[in-house]
């Protein structure tokens, strides 16, 4: 016997959020049948849909097919219902980060469109804090030089201490996560009237292989590939990830030079171009995903614009910083300080925003992928 | 003008059974049907559900009390064009197609065996051949030859004209029309299968082992294209492994929203006497729901016992060709797995379609089905005119709606 008491309120949010109706859904299958992603023993996203139309948030908050789901909308199309699977685990995988989200107030400003004041002004604060203590917070003169607005020392120091504090957080996001799935796991494996389905003889991959297969897997986005429709979000992805990597390791290099060796680097300099290559890629690819869900306006919610917007602004304001200190711009301050704000933002609240799939995500498919025999 | 007098429209089961029973009640009745034989899709049945027993035995029960009833009409290859008037005061207008053979043709052959035009036959739906002049199907009802002009030559060539001996063959003949006054109007006009072209996720047209279930029913008939035998449409060899795939098109807001209510019962009994065939056939039936009521349970407990066949739950998602063999792949939800499985044909239940001609005093519901409360004083309707409907009940139903008539 399963007891079940529908949590209502989950079941309206959902509906809300993605205008399906869930009691359409008349778990036909035709979504995991459609799905390329769905391995042939460990099925979704039938199950979700029928657990989210009973209410059962617990079991879907400790659910790690939610992840494994890329979002292609195949399921979406072959809906004989016009329920949207592919919508429904989109506000799942939404409704987890908030649920796993450590401060929760921090996720929950992401979510609403009240607290975009807050979220803004929370970060240009302690910016402004900082420059003050500094003592650097006014416009310097002569050629444009932003360590003299923001020292090197400064900026380094206060946003390596931000990305520690969030990453801080992130850490018990995923802990918490991690935690329920398997918990969650071993009660339905203990469950004397649901037999184990044939999955336990098989030994589990080991754990590094398992890890290296998911790696390259998110590198290659092979998953991403797999999807039939909408094959374009998986070359803007990938334009994305590979741009945002990129840049991830020439901001490293860049915060080793600021000590060891001169900079701003010279434009020809091997770094620097591939920091503008990485640049271009992130701006193209974020550039298109806003085209793309303009074109279809009801995929996308609040927190799905806000945090694809502070990206693009982040790259854009990026490359304006760089013109301005080319070209001698005389608001390349304001524009610094503004991207500035931007960086922050996306430090700040990476473990909150949409930008925590890359950790969730990332952990399902090596959690989904354990108990199963490679190839 | 008789005030009892009725027009019928449609030579189906539901009109014929209505056309009996008012006649026997004392009333002028009138049979339009547009094919140029009775039956509709039940002459095109191998078996009924759930006896299983030939269709055409209720049919010929049928067609003779009409041979016997002085009262009744039969209008073939006709189409009402128009229909005007109140109750007891109806004017139907009727557009005849050209009458190339007339009620003299003894049905004696000679004229198909000198024509020299082959075509499909459209009673088959395309898997056999059959002569430009022939008899629509072995049974059929006026039982007389027919000349499909869409292929005959005609002018050119007259070969049958001067084979017939009885004067039975005119290739001048031209269409007419006919107007008939009655005081009430009944609509038989029945249904016609879902349009799998519109079915690309079954890879419809794209290998003749993919079938529709009314196709089924023509390969399993004693006098179907294989004479009965079930075999693969694409290189004859006997099919050992069939896929069902029900609510093809059905239940799908993509194509019919609605439930076609007979699809389920069609291929319980298909699996039923295609496995009947052989030991070694195998039946697979992928369904949503198996929506069978009432004492046709029994019938489904039979299938459930069947070893031959397996019932699937899980909507098939795709058919696909691997080889040229189609493969379903499904959930199969009871054990929540995936699967793709091949097989040498797959028949598609799909659903039911009203066919209701545009006239005047008819409005349809938005399933394209007449909106019962919307019909006029002296009008009414049976078969599939309402809803998808099987044999059975609409038999019963026409015969209750001959009240109407009757009043």
Known sequence: ?375 | MDKKSVLIIGGGISGITAAVEAAEAGCKVYLIEKRPYLGGQVARMNEYFPKLCPPYCGLEINFKRIRNSSRIEVITSAEVENLSGTAGDFTIELRLEPEYVNSSCTVCGDCSAVCPVEAKDSFNFGMSMHKAIDLPHELSYPNRFYLDDLVCQKESCKKCEEACNYDAINLEAAPGKRKIKVGSVLFCTGWEPYDPTNLKEYSWGESPDILNNVMMERVGAPNGPTSGKILKPSDGEPARKIAFVQCAGSRDENHLPYCSAVCCSASLKQAIYFTEQDPENRADIFYIDLRVSGRNEDFLKRVEENQQIRLIKGKASEVSLLEGSPVIEAEDILSGRKIREQYDMVVLATGVVPCIPGLKGIELDPDGFIAKDALENGLSAGGCCFEPKDVASSVRESTGLVINALQ
């Open chain 1, 1 to 375: 016997m399963i007891e079940i008491s529908p949590d209502i309120a989950f079941i309206e949010k959902l509906q809300g959020a993605t205008g399906s109706q869930l009691t359409t859904c008349m778990q036909c299958g035709a979504c995991t049948a459609s799905c390329s992603l769905s391995e042939d023993q460990d099925v979704f996203p039938r199950k979700q849909m029928i657990m989210a139309a009973w209410g059962m948030r617990d079991r879907l908050m400790a659910d790690p097919h939610v992840w494994t789901c890329h979002q292609c909308g195949d399921c979406s199309v072959s809906c004989p219902r016009g329920v949207k699977p592919g919508e429904i685990l989109a506000a799942l995988r939404q409704e987890q980060i908030v649920h796993y989200s450590k401060p929760a107030f921090l996720a929950r400003w992401m979510q609403k469109p009240a607290f975009f004041p807050a979220a803004i002004l929370f970060p240009a604060a302690i910016i402004i804090l900082i420059l003050s203590l500094a003592g650097t917070f006014s416009i310097p003169e002569g050629p444009v030089d932003y360590s003299e607005f923001f020292s090197h020392a400064w900026l380094n120091g206060s946003f390596t201490a931000l990305f520690v504090l969030s990453t801080i957080g992130a850490v018990i996001g995923l802990r918490r996560f991690t935690r329920n799935v398997f918990t969650q796991r071993t009660v339905q494996k203990t469950n004397p009237d649901k037999p184990d389905q044939g999955q336990s003889p098989q030994a589990p991959q080991p754990a590094l292989r398992g890890i290296l297969t998911v790696l390259g897997r998110i590198m290659s986005h092979r998953d991403f590939n797999s999807c039939d429709e909408q094959k374009s979000r998986s070359v803007t992805h990938f334009l994305v990830f590979w741009g945002f990597i990129l840049l991830l390791f020439v901001t490293f290099f860049a915060i080793l030079s600021t000590i060891f060796f001169e900079y701003p680097l010279s434009i020809l300099n091997p770094i620097k171009i591939a920091g503008n290559l990485g640049a271009m890629m992130l701006l193209a690819g974020s550039s298109f995903m806003i085209l793309n869900r303009l074109r279809k306006r009801d995929q996308s919610n609040y927190a799905d614009w806000f945090f694809l917007l502070s990206f693009w602004l982040l790259t854009f304001s990026g490359m304006l910083v760089e013109g301005a200190r080319f070209h001698e711009w005389s608001f390349a301050y304001h524009l610094y300080f503004f991207h500035l704000v931007m960086v922050w933002i996306i430090i700040l609240y990476y473990p909150y925003t949409k930008f925590a799939h890359f950790l969730y995500r990332t952990v399902a498919m090596i959690i989904t992928r354990s108990g199963r025999q490679a190839g």
